[in-house]
């Protein structure tokens, strides 16, 4: 069994950072790519970022240039570091873990709320 904390949400204004942090735990000797996805009120979940094992990124163009995604020495653990949000960056971030034989695994979320 694969557990995923995620963590770092909250509210910030226009124009401000955050960083989110998920941390992969149990089973997870063939964990490979980790990712972020997000899902806005109303909305369906939607791709953020990837970050494979060895350290390849891709980025939805949404975010592109103002979200960075990144690894632990460790493997385990990924992080999204957050900049020049934006309003309709609003929405549930959540963690999802691929591992060898197609199988993934999802956080519970965390909220970031992007207002004045």
């Known amino acids: 069994q694969v557990q995923l904390v995620e963590s770092g949400g909250g509210l910030v204004q226009p124009g401000g950072s955050l960083r989110l942090s998920c941390a992969a735990s149990?089973?997870?000797?063939?964990?490979?790519?980790m990712a972020w996805y997000r899902q806005a009120p109303g909305k369906q979940r939607e791709f953020v970022a990837q970050?494979?094992?060895?350290?390849?990124?891709n980025y939805a163009d949404s975010v592109k240039g103002r979200f960075t995604i990144s690894r632990g020495n460790a493997k385990n653990t990924v992080y999204l570091q957050m900049n020049s949000l934006k309003p309709e960056d609003t929405a549930d971030y959540y963690c999802?873990?691929?591992?060898?034989?197609?199988?993934?695994?999802w956080g519970k979320g965390t909220l970031v709320t992007v207002s004045s």
């Open positions: 970050i494979s094992r060895g350290g390849s990124t």
């Open positions: 149990g089973t997870i000797f063939s964990l490979d790519a």
């Open positions: 999802n873990a691929g591992f060898s034989g197609n199988i993934d695994y």
